[in-house]
């Protein structure tokens, strides 16, 4: 099965070309060099004063990240999350492709916990919350019932990260998660960088170690809309996902175990397709989680071919996603309410974000037929993603 070469045993292999992910990635974005350098406004970006606070003594704050060619992210420690993403489209026109709030308190106050946010321990579903590593029960707090999601019910997406800048282009968040923290095991350390590339990328690199035989499963959940926050649903973006197979979950979005073949299935994005196409077809998949909500089993690739494309279909903008992850969930706002309002006022309304989280699959310490998101003592988690923008003219 082509997943195999994914395993931690050989993730290593697979994830040697990390270190110089930027250069490795020019032959994929060199073209896309026609984007200006005269980019400086930071009137977009919401206001770091917003996100300055103190929590459990640590202080947070919101970093601007700058790219040569004028791409702005703003992040804040709290949650590790993308709290803006700033990229020119088709009309020179700077816009924010994620939803986000302008402020921390929007942030705490909301019951949606994970807009932008770095997941973890382990991203996605657990069954029931437990799982078992070496003959030994662990029980997770069940906080999406009957299951533990996202790391469970205080995940690393609400703690306030240890940050350095080292330059412009550049964060570094490093966060320990204490032994049986949320019930799972060891002592795990934890750095991802970010960065914002000269070749309009947003670069995330995840790290970690363990002192204890642990279950790592790490992604970000940023919300996307590539005609910019506020602009509507996203049902006309145009979606391509490099994949021939899904997993099917039941009832409780928990994966069956089953590895699914997409052809004739609306989940079929092997061929460009508007999100909105086929999202309300009479199928059970789709009823269970009222729309896209599932994991895509990823076809062989590297960090020099997609596993997704995404075109904004107001905005001409084009977002092409590279991973070194065996699988991505791809989601479409189902959840949303319009109970918030987010950055500029506008609402979080039904379906007016999507998500593709990069990631090992669902359930995967439940399930070993699935790649292994077991993690040793003296092993290093590695895990690389890129969202990377061109502009589609006209």
Partial sequence: ??????????????????????????????????????ITTDKALPSPSGFEQTIDGKQVKLYILKGK??????????????????????NNKMV????????????????????????GRYGNRIANGHFKLDGKDYNLFINNAPNTLHGGKV?????????????????????????MEEGFPGNLDVKVT?????????????????????????????????????????????????????????????????????KETPFDFRAPLPIGDRINKDNEQLKIANGYDHNYVLNKHNTQIPVATV???QSGLIMKVFTTEPGMQFYTGNFMKGAYKMKGGHPDDFRTAFCLETQHFPDSPNKPEFPSTVLEPGKTYKSLTLYQFERKFH
């Fill in 96 to 119: 924010d492709v994620v939803a986000g709030f302008d402020n921390l308190k929007g942030y705490q106050e909301s019951t949606s916990n994970y807009y932008g946010a770095l997941i």
């Fill in 155 to 179: 995940g690393f997406d609400s703690k306030v990260w240890d940050a350095e800048q080292p330059n412009e282009h550049q964060l570094v968040l490093t966060y320990h998660s204490a032994d």
């Fill in 311 to 313: 075109i904004g279909d």
């Fill in 1 to 38: 099965m082509h997943l195999l070469q994914f395993k931690p045993k050989n993730l290593m292999i697979v994830l040697g070309v990390i270190a110089g992910t930027i250069s490795s990635c020019k032959n994929t974005v060199k073209n896309n060099s026609t984007m200006t350098d005269s």
């Fill in 69 to 90: 060619n004028g791409m702005q992210a703003a992040i804040t420690n709290y949650g590790g999350r993308i709290v803006s993403l700033l990229v020119k489209d088709q």
């Fill in 194 to 262: 970010y960065s914002v590339t000269r070749y309009n990328s947003l670069e995330i690199m995840y790290q970690a170690t363990t002192d204890k035989k642990t279950v790592v499963n790490l992604t970000n959940h940023a919300y996307f809309n590539l005609n910019g926050w506020g602009s509507g649903d996203i049902l006309k973006h145009v979606m391509q996902i490099n994949a021939d197979e899904y997993t099917p979950v039941d009832k409780n979005l928990i994966p069956t175990g089953k590895l699914a073949s997409l």
